[in-house]
């Protein structure tokens, strides 16, 4: 049988009126397949990069010299993100960097006689913080997924532990030095013996990750590696504040991935443990405490003493500080203070104040502050243990503070601000565990453009998802 279909008339077919939709680009983030495929060994090459692993080791004078001039060699792709991405904080970045590299360098001229050169050395190490606009602007054009991200933290991380033992077993005792100046990866010191000061940002983030991990699933695996994580902290790093840092960080995610009996008595169990470190601190007991620390504390009440002398002539010196010089100067500060183990990394919050005064100190702290609240949010949005852990060691580097300046390797906070703010950006992946709270929606690291008023939006794609 066959099978008739009328037909109408050409003028009686009905066509759809041609409109002009406006359709905004699709978001890079959201498309998986549109990542960079060589995205997870250039990460792996950057990272350490931004995160200033090489930024003091002059044992390795093309990844020093490498890391001492990365921040003008990405330069473009900083002032390309600093006028194109809105980027959370932008402001309270650009003003830091604007009283650190514009103020700060005329008040060392002013009170230690710094050439023009001079001065503008001493700003290199503030450059770092421009890591947060040159890092986001190229994750925008590596588009990894998170997991890639993940994987990249965590290859490093354990590097980083695998790189400390081989050089721990290799490495001869007589390469071992006692002068930081000469070097500060292999250090002898009468207390603590031989130690290797391995750069631990990668490291301690795959700690907290471990922790993180192991709170959520409970692998055997997880608590054996996290355990021969502190081991090899305790045995080759010896880092004291480090180390008790990163306990405190490991225990309060302990204590917060627990409930009722479980946490009251961890609670309890830290209590008990703070009445004994407050104990230490008093008395006879303190005496003792710090003669174990042997030389490093003397070195730094010496140098504490220098730098509150010096402010307390002047009270301006107190409120925008004094600048500083550097060991390639005319004239250092161990020169200026006959000590050549005065150093203001090692004095903590007092040495920014030497430098930047009481107005930098607090730009510095509303950066690093602006920054922990943004990851830890971050990682409460996105609940995943890369986003955690970020959250962790901001938290680590505010414990650590009051030894180690936050100018110090102002890198590190840049990265992982930048890192989170790209995690914003990408929005919940499909990898995401069941049963993860998700508040609202996520804010884009880069806006899209609004649909124009009175045009249509686009039709919603008809093809089953996978």
């Excluded at 939709?21 to 998986?32: K, T």
Aim: some cysteine; aromatic content about 14%.
């Amino acid at each position: 049988m066959v099978t008739v279909t009328h037909v109408p008339p050409r003028s009686r077919i009905l066509r759809e009126p041609r409109v002009r939709v406006s359709v905004p680009p699709r978001s890079p983030f959201r498309d998986a397949e549109a990542a960079h495929p060589w995205a997870l060994p250039i990460l792996l090459f950057v990272l350490p990069m931004f995160g200033q692993t090489f930024y003091y080791l002059v044992e390795f004078p093309i990844p020093y010299a490498l890391s001492k001039g990365w921040p003008f060699l990405v330069l473009p792709l900083s002032v390309y993100a600093l006028f194109v991405y809105r980027l959370p904080y932008k402001a309270v970045f650009t003003l830091l960097l604007a009283y650190a590299i514009g103020i700060t360098p005329l008040l060392g001229m002013m009170y230690f006689g710094n050439g023009f050169l001079d001065s503008l050395t001493t700003t290199i190490k503030i450059w770092p913080f421009t890591y947060y606009f040159a890092l986001a602007a190229l994750l925008v054009w590596l588009r990894p997924s998170l997991a890639t991200l993940s994987t990249a933290f965590i290859i490093l991380g354990l590097a980083t532990y695998v790189m400390m033992w081989v050089l721990w077993v290799a490495v001869p005792l007589d390469w071992y030095i006692s002068d930081p100046a000469k070097g500060k990866l292999l250090m002898y010191e009468h207390e603590r013996g031989h130690r290797i000061y391995m750069p631990m940002l990668f490291g301690l983030i795959f700690l907290f990750y471990l922790a993180r991990r192991f709170c959520r699933r409970h692998e055997l695996w997880t608590i054996l590696m996290l355990a021969v994580a502190f081991a090899s902290l305790l045995l080759i790093f010896k880092q004291r504040i480090a180390i008790m840092a990163a306990v405190l960080v490991v225990y309060g995610v302990i204590v917060t991935s627990t409930h009722g009996a479980l946490r009251r008595f961890l609670v309890a169990v830290g209590l008990l443990m703070a009445s004994g470190v407050a104990a230490i601190a008093s008395g006879s007991i303190a005496e003792e405490f710090a003669g174990s620390l042997g030389g490093s504390l003397s070195i730094r009440l010496k140098s504490i003493d220098i730098a509150i002398d010096f402010l307390g002539s002047e009270p301006m010196r107190w409120l925008f500080g004094v600048g500083a010089t550097t060991r390639f100067s005319t004239i250092t500060l161990a020169d200026i203070f006959q000590n050549k183990l005065f150093y203001l990394a090692d004095i903590g919050w007092l040495g920014i104040v030497f430098e930047y005064g009481l107005v930098g100190a607090l730009l510095v702290v509303g950066t690093y502050l602006a920054g922990l609240i943004f990851i830890w949010n971050t990682g409460r949005i996105d609940g995943g243990y890369l986003a955690r852990a970020l959250g962790d060691y901001t938290v680590f580097l505010f414990l650590t503070s009051t030894v180690y300046s936050f100018v110090f390797t102002p890198g590190e906070l840049a990265t992982l601000v930048a890192v989170a703010a790209y995690i914003r950006a990408r929005g919940p992946e499909p990898w995401l565990e069941a049963g993860t709270r998700i508040p609202g929606p996520v804010r884009a690291l880069v806006m899209a453009p609004p649909v124009s008023p009175g045009t249509a939006s686009p039709a919603p794609d008809p093809r089953p998802r996978a």
